[in-house]
Every structure is written in structure tokens, then in C-alpha cells.
């Protein structure tokens, strides 16, 4: 890598780390009225620390699944690995997540250490991991939408909220246009123009091969089926470890609320503008709360312990990661 690139990637991870503190900052500032409401809040949390513990037990089963739903999609792929592999390389890629300031470490470190698995097939094998991602993000995304659409004055006759309700959609729409294109089978045996690129080239030839490897699913609706019900489990774990959380925190919301607010942050915090989404998804969180009446005094320490939850986890991650060869 040049100096001048380099420097330009510091630069961005700077801007990043930036934009979460004054984010945060920012909501500090707002809700400043609110401060020693929000120490009283946590200090009666404290009082409800066994739902802590549920919490990070719900997490840790949100996460397990996760990387089941990976052992999955690699043995579907003709690409098995023994499950404790699976695990490990799964946790380092939450640490890589959770720790790294690139939008996407994880999924780059998992492509990394499941490629040198399969010397003969890296390409393949790297895909995996992106086909992992997209089928999470892709059932988040319509679940949210139908979310949206199932309650359409909470997101639509606010103001605050209307954006998201916008946002969603346009993920929607845009990851029907994609997998349109994906599985029109076959772009290198209709255009010319990926057959000369494949053929001319070894970035061509590269792309194929992950091309086709993203087809995994096409001929294999079964195995489709079986990722998106991990993947809804996936999500269902992870809010039933939010709700113990806001429980703790005596926020008083319904069962429905919850599935309702957190996929839908799940997936606007996922946008590569802060490390680890840290000041989006609080914004979020207070934004979408205080329309269901909930101060902010209790929705900011929610969303902040809902991602001290994952963090811990992901340090077990880290742990895997100085151990493993």
C-alpha cells in the first residue's frame, strides 16, 4: 500500500472515530436535562443484574447461531470444516467487527482464514462468508420492511422516523434488484463482455469463480430455507437479549416493540459511518423510543448496553484469535 493511500485510510478511520464521538457527544448534550435521570436509571438496573446475565446468555445463543448458519452455508457449498474451526473463525471475526475500523474486518478476516482452509478453492471459499452476510442482512431487511409497512403511522406520521421507513425500502428494493441480476443465470454466457474479462484476465477469472460460487442457493432452495430460519432465529435471540436488557432498565415497551425498533436499527447501524455503528444506533434508539414514549434517559443506556453485550463476546473473539494458528 502507497504512503499517499495509507494516508488517505487513516484519515477516513479518523473521520469515522470523529463523526461517533460527536454523534454521541451530541446526544449527551441534548438530553443534558436528562443526566441524573440516567444515573438513577442504571443505578436501578443494577438492582436487575440476573437480567444482565439472560441478556448475554440470549447473545451469546443470537451469535452461536450465526456461526451455525456459516457451517451451514460452507457445507452446502461442497467446503465442510469441523465445527470447532467454524466457531473459531466465526468469533474472530466478531472480535475483527467489533475492534477493527474497517466497515466490513470481520467478514474480510473470516473470507481470509476460511480461504487458506481450502487452498485449491480460496475464491470459493472466501464467498461463503459474503453469501453468510447477505442472507442475515437480506432476511433483516425484508422483516424490517414488513415491519415498517405493518406499522406504518409509527414510522410515517413522525417526522423523525419517516426517513427510516424511506431508507428501509430503498434497501428492499435495491437487494431485489441485485438478487434479480445475481441469479439471472448465467451474465458470463449472455454478455461478451465478462467472457473477454475472464477470459483476459485473472481478475476475471476470479470473479467467475465467486460468481458462480453466489449461485449456491439457486439450485438448492431447501438450503435457502434452512439459512433464512437461522437467520430469523438469529435475530429473534438477539432482540429477546435487548428486551431483558430494557426490562433491567424498566422500559415499558410490548414484546411487538421490540421486533418492531431493533431490526430496524440493526440494519441502518450497520452502514459503514461509525466503528461499530457507536453513535448511530443511540441515535436511533432515542429517535424511535421517544416515539413509543420512551425518555431518553432510558433508551440511550439501552442501546449502549445492548452493545457492551456483543463487545464481550467479541472479545472472546479476541482471545481465539491470540490463539489460533
Not at 454466457?189 to 481478475?203: C, D, G, I, S, V
Not at 442457493?217 to 433464512?228: I, S
Request: proline share 3%; charged share 10%; net charge positive.
Amino acid at each position: 500500500m502507497s504512503l499517499e493511500a495509507s494516508s488517505k485510510k487513516s484519515l477516513l478511520a479518523l473521520a469515522r472515530v470523529l463523526l461517533a464521538v460527536g454523534l454521541l457527544a451530541y446526544l449527551f448534550t441534548r438530553m443534558r436535562s436528562e443526566l441524573a435521570s440516567l444515573h438513577l436509571v442504571l443505578h436501578d438496573s443494577l438492582a436487575h443484574w440476573p437480567l444482565w446475565f439472560v441478556s448475554l446468555t440470549f447473545t451469546f445463543l443470537g451469535l452461536l447461531v450465526g456461526a451455525l448458519r456459516w457451517h451451514f452455508i460452507l457445507r452446502a457449498a461442497g467446503l465442510p470444516l469441523p465445527w470447532a474451526k467454524v466457531f473459531s473463525i466465526f468469533f474472530i471475526g466478531q472480535f475483527f467487527n467489533s475492534f477493527m475500523l474497517g466497515a466490513c474486518g470481520g467478514d474480510l478476516a473470516r473470507a481470509f482464514y476460511v480461504a487458506r482452509e481450502w487452498p485449491g478453492k480460496r475464491a470459493e471459499a472466501a464467498t461463503t462468508a459474503l453469501i453468510d452476510r447477505a442472507v442475515g442482512l437480506l432476511v433483516l431487511v425484508v422483516f424490517s420492511s414488513a415491519v415498517i409497512i405493518y406499522r406504518f403511522h409509527l414510522f410515517f406520521d413522525h417526522i423523525g422516523n419517516r426517513w427510516m421507513g424511506y431508507v428501509m425500502i430503498s434497501f428492499l428494493g435495491g437487494a431485489v434488484l441485485l438478487l434479480g441480476l445475481l441469479f439471472r443465470k448465467n451474465l458470463f454466457e449472455h454478455w461478451p463482455l465478462f467472457q473477454r474479462w475472464e477470459k483476459q484476465t485473472a481478475l476475471g477469472a476470479t470473479f467467475r469463480r465467486v460468481y458462480s460460487a453466489l449461485f449456491l442457493f439457486h439450485a438448492q432452495p431447501r438450503a435457502l430455507a434452512v439459512a433464512v430460519l437461522l437467520s430469523v432465529l438469529n435475530m429473534s435471540l438477539l432482540t429477546l437479549a435487548c428486551l431483558c436488557l430494557g426490562l433491567s432498565l424498566g422500559v415499558e415497551l410490548r414484546v411487538r416493540d421490540y421486533f418492531t425498533v431493533f431490526p430496524v436499527i440493526t440494519v441502518l447501524s450497520s452502514l459503514p459511518l461509525t466503528p461499530g455503528g457507536l453513535g448511530v444506533r443511540e441515535g436511533l434508539f432515542v429517535e424511535l423510543l421517544n416515539t413509543l414514549g420512551v425518555s431518553a434517559a432510558k433508551a440511550l443506556p439501552l442501546s449502549l448496553l445492548t452493545y457492551l453485550g456483543g463487545l464481550a463476546w467479541s472479545l472472546l473473539g479476541g482471545l481465539v484469535f491470540l490463539g489460533y494458528t
